[in-house]
């Protein structure tokens, strides 16, 4: 694929935040700056278009029960979404660039957590962000998917609220603790079904995220040779890997601030998005732990070499 075909998406929301001193703290991680300090959470976003990002999203990833309690999400979940929008859109007025916004419509029973996915309560949980987000964004992603039966019920959702039917992006994380035979989910489910199934709903592209590098290389392979054979190579493949170690088998992103590796530095993840680039990848950003600096460095290879 030839790389003036690739889009880079934005970084980490999180690190960022602390970095400029956004109010932080358990459980409410990012969403503690939605509530009080909002005006960081945009400027979080001036920083990833100055950096060259193509495509910004929302900050509305830990707007759920799981992070900010069912209190809150009952009274403010509407607002707060809405706010995240907001944040977003005024980031590129100030900016004045054609950058888009995508609407993230996160793991809705906490990241990595398959096991405690509730089919009864997608509903209760999805619609407000989605009736939140809609007038700000300009596709939805639904990001760091640990089964496929969630994003099946997100897109199932999105087909009666999004009366605009923007697209859907849908990015997977990968099993990255533990050596497997092929590229699985989290919940265990292979890459290869979770692909095949999203190329029957036709999604506008299928992403891996929030995992280690590597695994993403690995799914990235099985993803190409899906869509190939479904003869559905028009939705496009993505990555964005975090900055995390390998995480244990009961861990919970976003559960404690964890430790970042040092060895990826902005040129060491650029090593990685040309080999996913190479392999099929034509979005190519940060999750957890990659910052602005990264982007820039994504940025500016992939301009420099279209």
């Known amino acids: ?29 990012s969403a503690l700056a939605m509530i009080e300090a909002p005006e960081i959470v945009r400027d979080v976003h001036r920083a990833y278009i100055k950096s060259g990002a193509a495509v910004i999203t929302t900050n509305s990833y830990a707007l759920v029960p799981f992070h900010i309690g069912e209190e809150r999400f009952a009274a403010q979940a509407q607002d707060l979404a809405a706010a995240s929008g907001e944040m977003a859109r005024a980031a590129v007025t100030l900016e004045g660039t054609a950058t888009k916004v995508a609407g993230s419509i996160p793991p809705l029973f906490g990241s990595y957590r398959a096991d405690l996915f509730d089919a009864d309560h997608v509903e209760d949980i999805a619609t407000p962000l989605i009736k939140g987000l809609n007038p700000y964004v300009d596709f939805w992603l639904a990001e760091t998917q640990s089964l496929i039966a969630e994003s099946i019920a997100v897109r199932e959702l999105l087909s009666t609220l999004d009366t605009d039917n923007k697209p859907l992006w849908v990015a997977f994380t990968l099993e990255d603790s533990m050596d497997i035979d092929v590229p699985r989910l989290r919940s265990g489910e292979t890459v290869e079904e979770a692909v095949a199934t999203m190329a ?107």
Request: with cysteine.
């Open 1 to 29: 694929m030839p790389i003036n075909t690739t889009t880079i998406i934005d970084g980490g929301m999180g690190r960022e935040l602390a970095k400029r001193g956004a109010p932080f703290r358990q459980p409410e991680w």
């Open 200 to 306: 029957a709903l036709d999604v506008e592209a299928i992403l891996f995220n929030c995992c280690q590098p590597d695994v993403i290389e690995q799914a990235l392979d099985v993803a190409q040779t899906v869509l190939q054979a479904k003869q559905a190579q028009h939705i496009k493949l993505g990555a964005y890997a975090n900055a995390f170690p390998p995480q244990p088998k009961n861990a919970a992103a976003n559960d404690t601030l964890n430790e970042v590796r040092d060895d990826l530095t902005p040129p060491a993840y650029l090593l990685w998005a040309q080999k996913w680039q190479a392999q099929g990848a034509s979005l190519i950003g940060g999750c957890c732990g990659i910052g602005p600096e990264h982007i820039q460095e994504l940025s500016q290879h992939f301009t420099a070499t279209a």
